[in-house]
């Protein structure tokens, strides 16, 4: 039988400055715990309580970072799409709001698709003109040894009302032509991608870069970067994500 939960999170500025969590909602296989956090901000870690997705079953996440609160985001383990007992699709929904002044870090673990499963992703992301953000993605086509399962993914992103940056793509079996040609993944099983939003790239943004042979730099049409990465694995492609955060940290 397929499941249906929403999980949901909300932070708000509380005294001092310190962010707290008034909604923390857990729902089905999304259960959500609050752990340690750096300095004034909060973080909630999604551990998975069951196998999931599966075929036919309709996952989502919410979350409000109020005006002036900081969030982070992460996970304790991978999550691994999977095949259900009938051919139905899976969806997983995030959907994320951040206010003014407000910060979102949103890093959870790798997404593997594994083979059989079939699950769209759609993540939605909301952010005020002063909101920050960092966005991690991570996709890993099929576990080790089998092949991918179909997996689309759509991003789409709002600043101020306004769109900042809408894509989707595919992969896998049912996919358009051409996903694991040259031109896309030339034989590459892990892609992710890091999408920092700060006002602070009003006045001052990053060039266009090389990253590595399968990496790279480029400014969006607003004050954002976005890497685009792809890896042999899912450790490689976390050691270059990494490395592009801890250089966007040092400044």
Known sequence: MSIRATARIAAVRGPGGSTSLPVLESDGPLALRRTRAQGSGAKVTVVGAMSAPLGGDRLAIE??????SRLTVDAAAATIALPGRDADRAHYDVRLTVGEDA?????????????GSDLRMR???DLAP????????????G???????????????HRAGRPLLDQEVGYGPGAPG???????L?????????????????????????????AVLTPLAGPAVLVTALAPDALGLRRLLDDVLRDEAAG
Request: hydrophobic content about 40%; overall charge negative.
């Open 186 to 214: 030339a034989g590459h099983r892990a892609l992710g991608q890091l999408l920092v939003v700060d006002p602070v790239f009003e006045e001052k943004k990053p060039e266009v870069r090389l990253l590595s042979e399968t």
């Open 130 to 141: 002063t909101a920050r953000l960092v966005y991690r993605e991570e996709q890993i086509l």
């Open 178 to 184: 051409g996903w694991d040609g040259g031109a896309v």
């Open 123 to 125: 993540t939605r992301i």
């Open 143 to 157: 576990r080790h040894g089998e092949t991918s399962g179909t997996l689309t993914t759509r991003l789409t992103v």
């Open 103 to 115: 910060e979102l870090s949103w890093l959870p673990e790798q997404l593997i698709s594994a083979r």
């Open 63 to 68: 979350a409000e970072v109020a005006a002036g």
